[in-house]
């Protein structure tokens, strides 16, 4: 083969490949090779939020009949209606939080194989630009002489001069295209990272729900067990079961990240901070109730290991600073593995959400400067909080709402998936107020 001859066929090699690899990565491709999982996919989460959209809608006929029945009379009857409309709505919500789980299982699917494409795509990119460089080495170990001297007509000379230049461009272009695929598959991993947080989240809830059903249905065949069915059996039952009111002052109320507290104390902060803030006291004892019990992971983290380093760190060791506190020895919520944890108190303010109430808590509490880890401090903070959610409104709707913002933001408030929150603040705050109503006499 003539030296004319070889160095075409260098040349045509590399063009080939350099288009090769564009057409094999154009961006209208990225999805092809998953096509026929996405359109099952797609049926199947068609078929779910049809299901969804059931579930949601039987749950709403639970949660009337429970509103309904609790304005009625106090009796056996109304009490296991109740009971049986709350573990029913529980049940659903586990079906549908289940429902829920699986339509993110199926886009992280989607996702995983996405990621998967991109990365053999980078792979098979990367062989190329490989192959191109070979080529281009190749014909650099020509020299000019030598090329020209193998041409024919020194046109010919030229033209290729023009083609390696364009193979060259190619090659940039080639270098910039893997840039992007790495920079979308990071995106990629990302959102997939953000998906299974969400599955861990909702799993967790559904773990909490489980208890709760659990709890309700012994509660249940109590009831029945010891009344056999009898209204009068029943009223006596409720007579025992009310506590008096020195009980109920005796009782510890337990708080996160802090000692706990005898229950009238709690009642007298509630109290003093509903009369600033319009929140119902019963409201405020019923969320740090709740709270509680979903804090497995508070007062067990360390600022160091758990806090936002940059968001929240230097807040944190500021407010410890003007407190005099040691801050590797107060407690802060451990983090989960998909975000920050950090923080602080019965309240679990961070420590970037604590500063931009820092001056009104002073103000109404007098304590200058507030500690978050202060129990009565800590009722005035989530009351401002509370009341900023609309608690202060007061009615089952505004409380309910306000008490989802506190636990899931104003953005993720109205989601489906968080309603047990709501709900089950409200049932104790219902509880609550009949310990309140017995203390003063009501």
Known sequence: MSRKATTSFFL???????????????????????????????????????????VEQEINVQQVLVESKQKERVSLERDVAILEAQIDKAQLEIKQRNLAIFGIEDDIYLKSRFVDEL???????????AQLIR???????????????????????????????????????SFREIEDTKN??????????????????????????????????????????????????????????????????????????????????????????SAITGVRPALLLATFEQESNLGENVGTGNYKDDMHPTRDV????????????????????RKPWYGWGGAMGPAQFIPSTWVLYEDRIARVTGQNPPS????????????LLLADNGADKGGYYNERLAALRYFAGWRNAEKP??????????ELAEKHQGLIDILEGN
């Open 314 to 333: 230097p807040i944190f060791l500021e407010i410890t600073e003007r407190l005099g506190l040691d801050p590797e020895q107060m407690p802060v919520s």
């Open 372 to 383: 978050p880890w202060d129990a009565r401090t800590a009722f005035f903070a989530s009351a």
């Open 184 to 273: 979308l598959t990071n995106e990629e991993k990302e959102e997939l990272e953000g998906k299974r947080g969400e599955e861990l989240e909702l799993r967790r809830i559904q773990e909490l729900q489980k208890a709760k059903i659990e709890e309700q249905e012994s509660e249940k065949e109590y009831i029945l067990g010891i009344t056999k069915g009898q209204e009068a059996a029943y009223q006596q039952v409720l007579d025992a079961k009310k506590k008096t009111a020195a009980e109920i002052r005796t009782a510890l109320f337990q708080l996160r990240g802090t000692a706990a507290i005898p229950y009238d104390q709690a009642l007298t902060f509630a109290n003093e901070a």
């Open 417 to 426: 998936a968080y309603a047990f929150y709501g709900d089950g603040v409200m």
């Open 135 to 173: 080529k281009t080495n190749e014909i650099d170990d020509f020299t000019p002489v030598e090329i020209v001297l193998a041409t024919a007509d020194i046109s010919d000379f030229f033209e290729d001069l023009d083609t390696f230049d364009a193979i060259k461009e190619s090659l940039n272009e």
């Open 12 to 54: 045509l090699a590399t063009v080939f490949v350099v288009v090769f690899s564009y057409v094999m990565f154009a961006p209208h491709s990225l999805y092809v090779g998953a096509q026929a999982d996405a359109d099952d996919v797609a049926a199947r989460k068609a078929q779910l939020e049809e299901e969804l959209q059931q």
């Open 119 to 129: 990365q053999e795509k980078l792979e098979r990119q990367k062989e190329s630009l």
